[in-house]
């Protein structure tokens, strides 16, 4: 159970290209989903926290309309990446907490590697 | 400030017990978890404690002290598919998650 599944998991584009990024629960709802991107060697950072109906949070230094985050469903939440660039080059990853517990565990999606050229 | 200090790699021989410790200092605690992560991949639950004491599951256990601010997690019987990161993640008191730099642990045969 508790099946986070992510897409694509590689994904290779032009600068300038907006990349969208797929997070879906698949055997449970999610009212809450996570957006995660880490670097090589180092731990994960989070980026925002996605609530299904509402406007994600944003870490600090987190750019808003760089990283547009929608969660339209408890089963589905989409990062994209606008006007992407090579500094955006990235491991990113999100997450799912099940059920309505704020403690519940996180659980993963495979992870998506992008790679701006 | 928040911080999570757990080792940065550990090695352990195949068939043995290895300790990963991890210490905090966080504003509350509603929890703290271990993850699995292989180079490449995204990390996957292993274990929650939210009281004092041990949890097993299996090969692993993990073990905590809230007062010490102290967790470690247990690893037995050590498989050569057990070379990973480890990684040591508090929930404070807003439930937010904050994770530590992860221990890589390498396994020799």
């Known amino acids: 159970g508790a099946v986070v599944s992510q897409h694509p998991s590689w994904v290779i584009c032009k600068s300038g290209t907006s990349v969208k990024i797929e997070c879906r629960s698949l055997d449970f709802q999610a009212t809450t989903m ?29 750019e808003k309309d760089k990283f547009l985050i929608n969660h339209a469903s408890l089963t589905l939440s989409t990062l994209t990446v606008t006007s992407a660039h090579p500094e955006d080059s990235s491991f990113y990853i999100c997450s799912a907490r099940e059920g309505g517990e704020p403690n519940q565990p996180q659980h993963f999606g495979d992870g998506t590697r992008l790679s701006i050229l | ?57 299996g090969r ?6 809230r007062s010490k601010g102290y967790s470690y997690l247990l690893l037995k019987e050590l498989q050569m598919k057990d070379s990973a990161s480890y990684l040591c993640a508090v929930m404070d008191s807003n439930y937010q998650l904050i994770w530590g730099a992860g221990t890589k642990l390498i396994i020799k045969p």
């Open chain 2, 60 to 65: 692993f256990s993990s073990f905590l002290s």
């Open chain 1, 34 to 62: 996570f957006w995660y991107r880490q670097f090589p060697k180092q731990s994960l950072m989070l980026m925002a926290t996605s609530n299904e109906g509402s406007k994600a949070t944003y870490e600090q230094g987190v």
């Open chain 2, 1 to 57: 400030g928040q911080n999570i200090d757990q080792p940065t790699e550990m090695t352990a021989t195949e068939g043995a017990i290895v300790q990963i410790n991890c210490t905090y200092q966080t504003s509350g605690f509603n929890g703290l978890f271990w993850y699995q992560q292989h180079a490449g991949e995204a990390p996957t639950f292993l274990s929650y404690n939210v009281l004092d004491g041990l949890e097993e599951k």
